[in-house]
C-alpha cells in the first residue's frame, strides 16, 4: 500500500517521534522513507523581504541552517539504517516549508509528520506548517503527536 513514505523534519522533539513511529511503519510495510529538510530563508518569510544590510550576515545564518539540516538528516538516516529502513535525505531551500513538503509529497504516497500541538495565540503567531499540509496535500498524512 505505502512503499515510500516521506518524513518532514526540523529535528524538533516532535519530528523526532515521529520519524521513530514513519521508521517503524515503513518497516512494518517494507518501504522507503525520505526524510526531508527545507530550510526556510528566515528573512524572507518573517520580515516580508527585510534583512540586515550586511549580507555576510545572511549568509552565515544561511550556512548555519544548512549545517543543521545536514546534521539533522544526517542522524535520521543513522536511525533509519539502525531500523533497517532505507532512506535517503532531501535537504531544501524553498521560500516557504509547506512548499517545499507539497512538492516533494507528489512523489511519496504517504507523509509522517508530528505536531507542536501549539494553540491559541501561539498557533496563530507562528502557524502551523502541519495544519497546512493535511488540508492542502493530495497525499494520505499521519500526524504524530510529540507524546505519542
Not at 526531508?36 to 528566515?42: S, Y
Not at 539533522?72 to 539502525?82: I, S, V, Y
Not at 507542536?116 to 497546512?132: A, D, I, K, P, Q
Not at 494520505?140 to 510529540?146: A, G, K, Q, Y
Request: charged residues 20%.
Amino acid at each position: 500500500m505505502y512503499k515510500n513514505i516521506l518524513i518532514p523534519t526540523d529535528g524538533s522533539d516532535a519530528s523526532q517521534t515521529a520519524l521513530q513511529q514513519g521508521l517503524e511503519l515503513a518497516k512494518q510495510l517494507g518501504a522507503s522513507v525520505t526524510v526531508l529538510f527545507a530550510i526556510e530563508n528566515p528573512f524572507l518569510s518573517t520580515w516580508g523581504g527585510f534583512a540586515p544590510s550586511d549580507a555576510g550576515t545572511v549568509g552565515s545564518i544561511m550556512d548555519d541552517l544548512r549545517a543543521l539540516g545536514h546534521r539533522t538528516l544526517d542522524a535520521a538516516l543513522e536511525t533509519a539504517r539502525g531500523a533497517g529502513v532505507t532512506a535517503q535525505k532531501l535537504l531544501t531551500e524553498d521560500l516557504r516549508v509547506t512548499d517545499a513538503i507539497m512538492e516533494a509529497c507528489k512523489t511519496h504516497d504517504l507523509i509522517v509528520m508530528g505536531t507542536h500541538g501549539r494553540g491559541g495565540l501561539e498557533r496563530v503567531l507562528l502557524g502551523s506548517v502541519t495544519e497546512f499540509v493535511i488540508r492542502h496535500a493530495g497525499t494520505p498524512t499521519l500526524v504524530v503527536h510529540p507524546h505519542a
